[in-house]
Every structure is written in structure tokens, then in C-alpha cells.
């Protein structure tokens, strides 16, 4: 049990170690059940999440997988809003900008990566930079998109809180996150528990803990539904959904550090995983609309 910081959620101080993966821990509110990296670095090293990438291949994995699946997310949205100023923050290189805009919507976009950046601003008005930098106009946008953005901020209730300040009355948050019960992390929890903490790697794969951009938090829909109401916010409509499809399934390991060898009995595990995991309603993300309350 934690008595040297409290929960980001409800701080309260009953954490219960969870995992640890190079000297980064993570532990879970006995109270609310958050999962929270504590302490989480204070300076990470600066660098670029798309400056390795194979932009053909890339591109494929996009057409193959996201652009549909950002078609369901403008679905999605339009059922509580059909148009009105929309901003995506970490827009990438801009493809669910384009889907928005065909859909009605007056699309900007905020991202970090130069190389991201550079290609979504030939298409968008896009901003480069990071949130807690930028300058918005309060009351400003009717909608705003974080499409696997929250698990990656170190101060949530301040993120949310900001924001709120820049979405209209009655505006629309709209999240894409990973779900920590889902099938997946939970099957990867056991592997780490039941190895003693020898095997760690689908953890740190699935917390991104080797990449620039690691989750600082884990959260389920119970956890992430309080930290919505805590910071102005009602969840109007969510769903489940997985993290990845078969036929793309190829093209995302390309992302992954697995070595070619291991990658046909990696990606016979992760198909029987994604059919578990529909069939048991387990999937492993949460997609969520929530709109600004007070």
C-alpha cells in the first residue's frame, strides 16, 4: 500500500502497486480504481512519434483501418452534432480531418509532430505544438476529438478543465481510449503476474512504455466517467470496440517491437484474442461522447 502521493482521481491514498517496467510503476486506487504511473517522470526526452514511420506503409494501415473506423466516429458524433467548429487534438497527419470536413464540420487540428504536422496542414488549418502551450478562444469550438490522447496526459482534471473553457455551451467531447478491463491488458496483466514480473512485454507495449508518448493512466469506463463529471462534463453516449482488426492486423504489427520471427504466433495469439473479446463483450477500447454540463 502507497502513503507518498494519492490518487489522481479521488486521492485517495490506498494504491496498490500494479506493475513495474524499466523503473516505470504503476499502481491502482483501492477506492476508485484508477491505474496511474506514480511518480511519473518529470522531464521526458523530447522527440517524434512519426519520425520512424514508413509513411507507404502507413498510409495503407490508415485506408485499411482508421479511415473506417473514423467514419464511425463522425457517425458517432452527428448523432448529437451535425456541424460546427471541431478540433482534433493530436490530428496526426490529418486523415480524421478529412473525414470531418466531408461530413460538414469546419476542421482544425493540433499536433506535436513536425513530420505529422507537415502533412496535415497542406489538407487543414492545423497548429503545431502541444495543448498546455496553445491559446484558444474560450467558448469557441462546438466539438472537440481526442482520439487516443487522454491515457497520455499527465494532469488529466487540468487538461479537461481547459478544455471545457474552449468548447461552447452544451459542446461535445468525443474520446477514443484504451479500456484497462478489456480483454487484452487484462490478459496481459495475468502473463505479468503469473511470470513474476519476468514478462512484461505486452504491457509495455500496450502502455506504450517504449515510445516518446507512454500512458501516464489506465482507465475503464467507471473511472473515466467520474473524471468526466468531476471537470464539468456528462457522458451522453459510449461504446466498446477493439484496438485493432484482422485483416490490418499485419500492418499494425509493423508498430509493435516484435521480432519477424515471433510475429505469426503474435498475430495467431491476437486473433483469437479480438474473437474473445467480441464474443465476451470485453473489447479493449472505449469510444465515448460527453458533453459540457456546467
Not at 154 to 166: N, T, V
Not at 174 to 202: E, F, H, M, N, Q
Not at 226 to 244: I, Q, T, W, Y
Not at 285 to 290: D, N, P
Request: aromatic share 12%.
Amino acid at each position: 500500500m502507497n502513503d507518498s502521493f494519492s490518487c489522481a482521481l479521488c486521492r485517495g491514498r490506498r494504491c496498490k502497486p500494479l506493475f513495474a517496467i524499466h523503473d516505470l510503476r504503476f499502481w491502482r486506487c483501492a477506492d476508485c480504481g484508477l491505474v496511474q504511473m506514480a511518480p511519473i517522470p518529470e522531464t521526458e526526452e523530447a522527440g517524434d512519434d512519426y519520425a520512424g514511420f514508413d509513411l507507404t506503409r502507413y498510409r495503407e494501415f490508415v485506408t485499411m483501418f482508421r479511415i473506417p473506423q473514423y467514419e464511425r466516429d463522425v457517425s458517432f458524433i452527428r448523432k448529437y452534432a451535425e456541424s460546427g467548429r471541431l478540433l482534433d487534438i493530436g490530428c496526426g497527419t490529418g486523415e480524421f480531418l478529412d473525414v470531418a470536413a466531408n461530413n460538414g464540420f469546419q476542421a482544425f487540428g493540433l499536433e506535436p509532430s513536425w513530420k505529422a504536422y507537415e502533412i496535415a496542414r497542406k489538407s487543414h488549418p492545423v497548429a503545431r505544438g502541444e495543448f498546455k502551450d496553445m491559446c484558444f478562444k474560450e467558448n469557441h469550438f462546438d466539438v472537440i476529438t481526442l482520439w487516443s490522447v487522454l491515457e497520455h496526459v499527465p494532469e488529466p482534471s487540468d487538461f479537461l478543465r481547459r478544455l471545457h473553457s474552449i468548447l461552447r455551451e452544451k459542446g461535445l467531447l468525443a474520446l477514443r481510449l484504451p479500456d484497462v478491463r478489456g480483454l487484452l491488458p487484462s490478459l496481459a496483466l495475468w502473463i505479468y503476474k503469473i511470470s513474476l514480473g519476468r514478462i512484461g512485454s505486452p504491457l509495455g507495449i500496450l502502455y506504450q512504455l517504449d515510445w516518446h508518448s507512454k500512458h501516464y493512466y489506465g482507465y475503464d469506463r467507471g473511472t473515466l466517467g467520474r473524471l468526466l463529471a468531476k471537470n464539468g462534463f456528462e457522458v451522453v453516449d459510449s461504446r466498446s470496440e477493439n484496438s485493432f482488426d484482422y485483416r490490418s492486423l499485419d500492418l499494425r504489427m509493423d508498430y509493435l517491437p516484435i521480432k519477424r520471427i515471433a510475429r505469426r504466433i503474435a498475430k495467431g495469439a491476437l486473433a483469437v484474442i479480438l474473437f474473445l473479446a467480441k464474443a465476451l463483450k470485453k473489447e479493449d477500447e472505449l469510444v465515448l461522447i460527453a458533453r459540457k454540463t456546467i
